[in-house]
């Protein structure tokens, strides 16, 4: 993120130009700031993010804090709007900062049953509130996702191509109901949970859009499941996904599209590969990520299953 751009925020922020620390984001484009309260600046290019689709997305986050859930408080400019423009190709929206620790999976402490329910509770909840929400502003819908529309011109095996062309044909001739396709999170592993003591939040909502809700659940069991060494995911995610699901139907009773989690599953595996195809800097990876990659781009090209699990 250039230099330029942060000062400008700070000053249309009025704040010093010492006031700010990076935090995230794939771009390096996210940004605690503030001097006695804290805020969460992220800086967006439109032609990446356009700005209807930050405003939507602040809008649901609005929804969203309205039915009590926790989630980050998008902060309107003098009370009015959630983006506020630096220049014709940058904006930027601020959120309330959360206090909360990032869960890490090496802390036994805190990656056990209670987390997990409490995690597959608020996407419970996420997905009932999807049911009642009416949106102002469009989201995408899933065949309107960047990868669908970049992969083709993606530096990737032909076969892995074809595979693309296989799982839209199939998409296309999933059933849609509300009970089992709306908007979701779209990236909900544990990198965007927030925990203090008892009261987990959940954070970056960039990639919510239209799609079925075994798609967000198969993301979050694709997602956890990669720091597990091959040979004990079975084991773990079995009990995972019980203990998941158990806060789930808390927040979301109607599990019956349940069944097309493995699908999804292997759909985002190929998501993933062809994601870090398009976007990772090769030259920045190192001998193991580069090796996971290709053992990545094995897989699929020989039709292995990400899990020798399933879920119906």
């Not at 602040?58 to 926790?70: C, F, I, P, Q, T």
């Not at 009261?199 to 909502?205: G, N, R, V």
């Amino acid at each position: 993120m250039e230099q330029g751009l942060i000062k400008e925020v700070l000053s249309l922020l009025d704040l010093d130009l010492s006031d700010y620390k990076l935090i995230g984001g794939y771009n390096n484009n996210v940004f605690e700031v503030g001097s006695n309260t804290k805020f969460i600046v992220k800086i967006l290019e439109d032609s990446v993010v356009s700005e209807l689709k930050s405003l939507a997305e602040s809008e649901w986050l609005d929804y969203l804090l309205s039915r009590g859930l926790n989630v980050a408080r998008p902060i309107r400019k003098q009370g009015k709007d959630f983006i506020q423009r630096i220049n014709d190709d940058y904006y930027f929206v601020c959120y309330e900062k959360i206090n909360g620790l990032h869960i890490h999976q090496t802390n036994n402490a805190m990656w056990r049953a209670p987390l997990f329910e409490r995690w597959g509770e608020a996407m419970g909840h996420i997905h009932t509130a999807s049911k009642a929400y009416t949106a102002n502003h469009a989201f995408p819908c899933w065949n309107e996702n960047k990868i669908l529309l970049q992969f083709e011109s993606a530096q990737l095996p032909t076969i892995l191509i074809e595979k693309w062309f296989k799982h839209i044909e199939v998409l296309k001739k999933l059933p849609v109901s509300t009970d089992n396709f709306g908007l979701i999170h779209g990236d909900l592993h544990h990198g965007n949970l927030l925990i203090r003591e008892n009261s987990l939040s959940i954070i970056d909502f960039g990639d919510s859009e239209y799609h079925w809700y075994a798609y967000d659940l198969a993301i979050v069991i694709y997602h956890t499941t990669q720091a597990i060494i091959k040979n004990e995911r079975n084991n773990f995610i079995r009990r995972f996904y019980q203990e998941f699901m158990e806060g789930y139907v808390r927040g979301n009773p109607d599990t019956n599209f349940t069944q097309d989690i493995d699908y999804f599953i292997q759909l985002r595996h190929l998501y993933s590969f062809t994601y870090h195809s398009i976007y990772a800097d090769k030259s920045q990876l190192t001998e193991q990520q580069l090796e996971y990659l290709k053992d990545m781009e094995l897989s699929l090209i020989n039709d292995e299953p990400y899990l020798h699990f399933t879920f119906n």
